[in-house]
């Protein structure tokens, strides 16, 4: 759980130029201000954590040609949980699973996307990469449900000892 959290702060780390340039419709000014405001602050906790918790450019390096089919077979895999989603029988269940698979999608889109990866990169408006509001939603909400997972695994821990 913890490599999930660190792989979608650094993704929203590497994403917030982006985020910040962006406007968000909710059918009303005032809470598209709210939520401009709530993604602003967002980032800024986000800023704050040390980069060197994660670096994707360590992620599939080696022959070039292996490290591509590495990533293919790991794109694959992935698209697969998240078929199997679909056969969740329960409709909360599929939705909450459906959000998490899309959110760390999205983390891994942004990862991979920009001029660079590494550490210092980020990803902006300017070029060719775009998020759609679903991908933002599911990983916003996605980094939520961990970091809350991981705040209640702090407290029973804390119960525990």
Same mark, same amino acid.
């Given at each position: 759980?913890?490599?999930?959290?660190?792989?979608?702060?650094?993704?929203?780390?590497?994403?917030? &130029?982006?985020?910040?340039?962006? %406007?968000? @419709? /909710?059918?009303?000014?005032?809470?598209?201000?709210?939520?401009?405001?709530?993604?602003?602050?967002?980032? +800024?906790?986000?800023?704050?954590? &040390?980069?060197?918790?994660?670096?994707?450019?360590?992620?599939?390096?080696?022959?070039?040609?292996?490290?591509? %089919?590495?990533?293919?077979?790991?794109? !694959?895999? @992935?698209? %697969?949980?998240?078929?199997?989603?679909?056969?969740?029988?329960?409709?909360?269940?599929?939705?909450?699973?459906?959000?998490?698979?899309?959110?760390?999608?999205?983390?891994? +889109?942004?990862? @991979?996307?920009?001029? /660079?990866?590494? &550490? +210092? !990169? /980020?990803? !902006?408006?300017?070029?060719?990469?775009?998020?759609?509001? /679903?991908? $933002?939603?599911?990983? $916003?909400?996605?980094?939520?449900?961990?970091?809350?997972?991981?705040?209640?695994?702090?407290?029973?821990?804390?119960?525990?000892?």
């Amino acid at each position: 759980m913890l490599l999930l959290f660190v792989v979608e702060l650094r993704a929203l780390a590497k994403a917030a &130029p982006y985020l910040e340039q962006g %406007n968000y @419709f /909710t059918g009303s000014q005032e809470e598209d201000s709210d939520v401009k405001k709530a993604v602003s602050s967002l980032l +800024k906790v986000v800023e704050s954590f &040390p980069d060197e918790h994660f670096d994707e450019s360590r992620l599939f390096q080696g022959d070039q040609n292996q490290a591509q %089919n590495l990533k293919k077979e790991f794109r !694959s895999h @992935f698209l %697969n949980i998240s078929r199997i989603m679909d056969c969740v029988g329960c409709d909360k269940c599929r939705l909450w699973g459906k959000l998490q698979v899309q959110g760390m999608g999205t983390a891994l +889109k942004i990862l @991979f996307s920009g001029d /660079t990866i590494g &550490p +210092k !990169s /980020t990803v !902006s408006r300017k070029g060719k990469f775009n998020l759609k509001r /679903t991908e $933002i939603v599911s990983l $916003i909400n996605a980094f939520a449900r961990l970091s809350e997972s991981i705040k209640e695994i702090d407290l029973f821990r804390k119960m525990v000892r």
